[in-house]
């Protein structure tokens, strides 16, 4: 039945391009002959024309859908991929060149000269739409095969290092966490941990992992902070280091003051004016599409910050909250607010932060040098 619809849409196209040419009168017994011709055509294909079919599951196509953001560098590699498809469609389109209006324009043309063109006609167009389907069909099941890991791959490369292990990673897990709980993932915590948090089965089991795993998770941060090497951090290293050492001796209020006053001190420094565009007002009313601007990456790392700075207002009567606001720990003193759950949580948010920045400055450098290179190789 499929064949059936595909070859009525061929007929169709076919008359598409006769009603662009000049219109010749025909007598009823020539009208007779194209007609016989596309129904030898239609005969002939039904048994040679049947492609495999092919489906990608809906999980990759929910990756591709949650990499909407991809870069024209990624798109030009899928396009690159896409392109034996194309040429292989291409080709078979050119099987049907030659069926058009043009052998019908002489009226001279005879009723055996016509049944011999048809004949003609007949057999190379079968010969030529089988070879060209089994080459369809054969291009087609290579560029499926090789186009699915790459997608995969290409996916992968869109999250930080800790989370490209984790398989079936949906970026809809990853916005509950970044954006709803406000804990971070960028960078840290290692991929067994960060794992946990994504399979985790709510906000209050996420909050027991960072209980349970404090000790491993400060080691992520200190591994991760350590790491820079951009000029652009270098002044705020010394003070991550400083409140990890103090969460680690058991310092946690310590710990967590100083963790306010650094990740404050990043958001100023690295958006400027800019800030309020990322944190929630005092009404209410600003909505995060902001954040809507961002690449993949860059919404991972700064997402924690909507929740970081949820507005807490003591003279407004606000109660004071339990999971980490920078807010509270900057204008209140209360065990509600200061615990080592959260102390370790805005350790989270600093050192995320600091090891996203330093990618940037990273990258920036790299630019300078190359075209730093080009401008004395033009020399």
């Not at 040419?21 to 002939?44: A, F, Y």
């Not at 590699?77 to 058009?100: G, R, Y």
């Not at 050192?351 to 920045?357: A, E, F, V």
Request: glycine content about 6%; proline content about 4%.
């Amino acid at each position: 039945m499929r064949d059936d619809e595909n070859m009525e849409e061929l007929a169709d196209d076919i008359g598409e391009i006769g009603d662009a040419k000049e219109h010749i009168d025909l007598t009823p017994k020539q009208e007779m002959t194209p007609r016989r011709t596309m129904e030898s055509i239609q005969r002939s294909l039904a048994p040679t024309a049947k492609l495999q079919t092919f489906t990608i599951s809906d999980s990759t196509l929910k990756n591709i859908a949650a990499i909407s953001r991809v870069a024209e560098t990624q798109q030009a590699t899928v396009a690159s991929a896409m392109k034996p498809l194309l040429d292989v469609q291409s080709a078979w389109h050119k099987q049907f060149v030659v069926i058009n209006s043009d052998i019908f324009k002489s009226l001279d043309l005879t009723q055996a000269s016509l049944n011999l063109v048809a004949s003609q006609l007949t057999g190379n167009t079968d010969f030529g739409i089988a070879q060209s389907a089994a080459k369809f069909a054969a291009h087609q099941t290579t560029w499926l095969k090789g186009i699915g890991p790459a997608i995969a791959a290409m996916h992968a490369a869109f999250y930080p290092p800790n989370l490209r292990s984790i398989e079936s990673l949906q970026f809809e897990e990853v916005e509950q966490i970044v954006m709803v709980d406000g804990i971070p993932l960028y960078g840290l915590p290692r991929a067994a941990t960060a794992e946990a948090l994504i399979r985790a089965d709510g906000a209050s089991k996420r909050r027991d992992i960072l209980g349970r795993r404090w000790k491993t998770i400060s080691a992520d941060c200190r591994t991760a902070v350590e790491g820079c090497t951009s000029g652009a951090v270098a002044p705020y290293i010394s003070f991550a280091v400083a409140a990890l050492d103090a969460l680690d001796a058991g310092h946690t209020e310590a710990a967590q003051a100083l963790a306010g006053s650094l990740v404050d001190a990043i958001l100023n420094s690295y958006f400027g004016k800019n800030r309020t565009k990322y944190t929630p007002d005092r009404k209410g009313k600003r909505t995060k599409d902001a954040y809507d601007e961002f690449s993949v990456r860059q919404f991972i790392a700064f997402a924690p910050l909507w929740q970081t700075y949820q507005q807490f207002f003591v003279t407004d009567g606000d109660k004071v909250p339990t999971t980490f606001s920078r807010n509270a720990t900057a204008h209140t003193v209360s065990p509600r607010q200061f615990s080592r759950r959260n102390a370790l949580q805005g350790l989270m948010v600093a050192c995320s932060l600091l090891y996203r920045l330093d990618e940037e400055a990273a990258i920036a450098e790299s630019d300078e040098s190359t075209m730093a290179d080009g401008a004395s190789e033009s020399r």
